[in-house]
């Protein structure tokens, strides 16, 4: 028994179209079921950090997310904060509370992702900035000029990506709780309206209001509780926060940095891992990591996804609880969730065989924040 | 007259010079006085060197087409789709982000070379790009 991270409970709302819910009252859900999971009170939670979703805290951030939900919850905790990471933030934040907890800093640290763009546009409004007036407007533009690179450098084809959308939903359609269980064939994809070429809308995540809660505390306190610990085995950032005058920023991700950091940190490779939850706001970032993870040579990874291999039947299954695509926009927290299932062998009809390893990431804002975790059962 | 509901550049105290310049049909990048680096978008210091003594320099407005998209879907009723968006790469270094204009979005390709073209939108000029052979045939 040690001070070593585990992550002890989950716990998540529905995701979807919840009008009249407002992103706290989400959260405070999400934290009671991961509470409730774990077998612990509030009473027991002595850390507390958020990754505010993309209508809380990237454009707003006046009032710290962490200080308004923390109050709403009753918390005086003895360490918090919240991560402004974009997609990176959930990742980050089971990082920091790793960090934390291994330190001594607390021994019960929440971590929690929330959301509600129905009710508020934040980030999702368009028509600010300089680059505005040119009509460039959201992620799925800045992502498309990535796929367009990729397409131009490495012969990579729509139907490529279409691969990784329909897996996400063949996923998800084994996942109960996932906001789009329906299939997709590759002529549903090839029929899907263009948006901002060459990007489809079926490359582009779902807008979900929900929230997802991860409690992560010490091997030790974890030996109490309702669940053995999931270990946390590694983890790293890395960030590319120079865009544009970058020489690498659209053809390789900062994951080709953080990721061999955090699997070495774990004494593992990428043929080690068992379960891979990538961060997939659009198809094209499931291409770009499994290469800059390297799962696959750089420039491959079009045919290496051919033929359903990251689909529930493939040899390297990605995301199978249906991730951004078809699980619903989780900011990352669902994959951790996911992994977490997984390693503990809940995951139903979806469950691969003898998961002992994950691989977690996190990407976001344009392109420029990236986070990595590992865990272990 | 263009829309005035077309979003508009929000200048700040590093950008303004930049849309002056445009006003005046001229591109401007920083260039550092100390390591003579060139860049955009301007900022307070050279990201290189960290040198605060910067100098506008106007560039011959030619570049290629680093990666592109083509909006289909109109999310601004000022903006009506198809239109292209692309990332330059100007012939002095700096990135930024334009329209390729002067062409069908069909036409335009990575690596293609373009040219800077000014144009009145609202208050502001904005430097948008032409297929450089189409700015020459018309000239």
Not at chain 1, 82 to 110: K, P
Not at chain 1, 156 to 161: D, S, V
Not at chain 2, 112 to 129: C, H, I, K
Request: aromatic content about 6%; proline content about 7%; overall charge negative.
């Amino acid at each position: 028994m040690s001070r070593s991270a585990v992550i002890a409970g989950v716990g998540h709302t529905t995701f979807g179209r919840l009008p009249g819910r407002s992103a706290w009252h989400l959260e405070a859900e999400a934290a009671a079921a991961a509470l409730a999971d774990a077998g612990v009170r509030p009473s027991d939670i002595d850390g507390l950090l958020t990754d505010p979703g993309p209508t809380q805290g990237i454009v707003d951030g006046i009032t710290p997310h962490f200080a308004r939900l923390g109050a709403q919850l009753g918390l005086d905790p003895d360490y918090s904060g919240s991560e402004i990471l974009g997609g990176a933030g959930s990742v980050a934040i089971i990082e920091r509370a790793a960090l934390a907890v291994e330190a001594g800093l607390c021994e019960a640290c929440l971590c929690i992702y929330g959301d509600s763009p129905s009710t508020n546009d934040g980030a999702y409004e368009y028509g600010r900035g300089d680059e505005a007036a040119f009509g460039f407007f959201g992620a799925v533009g800045l992502h498309g000029l990535a796929a367009r690179r990729h397409m131009h450098r490495y012969g990579t084809r729509p139907e490529q990506l279409g691969e990784v959308a329909v897996a996400a939903r063949a996923h998800a359609a084994r996942t109960p709780h996932a906001q789009k269980r329906e299939a997709i064939s590759m002529q549903d994809y090839r029929a899907s309206e263009p948006l901002v070429e060459p990007l489809r809308k079926l490359d582009c995540c779902l807008v979900s209001d929900g929230a997802a809660a991860v409690l992560v505390t010490t091997e030790e306190r974890a030996s109490d509780l309702r669940h053995r610990g999931i270990r946390v085995l590694g983890h790293a950032q890395a960030h590319s926060l120079s865009t544009y005058a970058s020489p690498e920023h659209f053809d390789t991700l900062p994951a080709a940095r953080c990721g061999p950091v955090a699997l070495g940190s774990a004494g593992l490779t990428p043929p080690d891992i068992d379960v891979l939850l990538l961060y997939d706001c659009f198809t094209i970032v499931v291409l770009l990591q499994l290469e800059d993870y390297g799962f696959c040579a750089k420039g491959e990874s079009g045919p290496f996804v051919e033929g359903g291999r990251i689909g529930p039947d493939g040899s390297l299954p990605v995301n199978t609880s249906g991730g951004l695509l078809a699980e619903g926009y989780g900011g990352g927290m669902l994959h951790v969730i996911e992994a977490v299932r997984q390693l503990r062998g809940e995951a139903g009809e979806r469950q691969v065989a003898n998961a002992e390893t994950a691989l977690v990431s996190g990407h976001g804002l344009g392109m420029n924040t990236h986070a990595t975790l590992v865990l272990g059962s | 007259m263009p829309d005035p509901m077309l979003p508009q550049p929000q200048p700040d105290a590093l950008t303004a010079p930049f849309w002056e310049a445009c006003r005046r049909r001229a591109l401007e990048v920083s260039a550092c006085d100390e390591c003579g680096h060139l860049f955009l978008p301007p900022g307070p210091c050279c990201p290189r060197c960290w040198c605060e003594r910067l100098t506008p320099r106007e560039v011959c407005g030619r570049g290629r087409v680093f990666s592109f998209v083509v909006y289909r879907r109109t999310y601004h009723p000022a903006i009506p789709a198809p239109y292209v968006v692309a990332l330059v790469e100007l012939e002095e270094g700096p990135r930024l982000v334009s329209n390729i204009v002067g062409c069908t979005p069909d036409e335009v390709a990575v690596d293609m070379q373009v040219e800077v073209r000014f144009d009145e939108a609202g208050s502001f000029t904005l430097p948008r790009f032409v297929p450089a052979s189409a700015r020459r045939e018309t000239t």
